[in-house]
C-alpha cells in the first residue's frame, strides 16, 4: 500500500497598514531576500498583498502583534486550492500538560 504523502500548505501574511508592512517585509526579505509580495484577487473581488511566509514566520506575527502593534491577517493555501482565512484554532497557543 502507498503512502499519501502530506499535502503542501503555503501561508500568507496580510498586512493591514503601512508600519506593519515595513516591519513584516523586513523580517521575510532578511530570511529570504528573494521574497516578494503577492497581489491577488479573491473571489469577492477585493485585491490583496500578501506576503508568502512559512507556518512558523505567520504564527510568530501573530502572537507579537500586541508588542508590536502589528496589524495583520494570516491566510493559507492547501495544495493548489484556493486561498483561505486562517482559522483560530491553529494561532492560539497549544496548552502543555504539566505533571
Keep these: 500500500m502507498k503512502k499519501r504523502a502530506k499535502?503542501?500548505?503555503?501561508?500568507?501574511?496580510?498586512p493591514l497598514d503601512s508600519s506593519t508592512n515595513e516591519i513584516i517585509a523586513r523580517h521575510i526579505i532578511e530570511k529570504d531576500p528573494f521574497s516578494e509580495v503577492h497581489s491577488i484577487r479573491f473571489a469577492d473581488g477585493r485585491k490583496?498583498?500578501?506576503w508568502e511566509c512559512d507556518f512558523?514566520?505567520?504564527i510568530t506575527f501573530w502572537?507579537?502583534?500586541?508588542?508590536l502593534s502589528l496589524k495583520l491577517k494570516i491566510f493559507f493555501q492547501r495544495e493548489r486550492g484556493k486561498i483561505k482565512?486562517?482559522?483560530?484554532?491553529?494561532?492560539?497557543?497549544?496548552?502543555?500538560?504539566?505533571?
Excluded at 502572537?63 to 508588542?67: E, I, P, V
Excluded at 482565512?85 to 505533571?99: G, H, I, N, V
Design 56 to 58: 512558523r514566520t505567520a
Design 63 to 67: 502572537r507579537s502583534r500586541k508588542s
Design 85 to 99: 482565512p486562517c482559522p483560530s484554532f491553529l494561532l492560539k497557543k497549544r496548552k502543555t500538560k504539566t505533571a
Design 7 to 14: 499535502p503542501r500548505y503555503i501561508w500568507y501574511v496580510e
Design 48 to 50: 490583496h498583498n500578501l
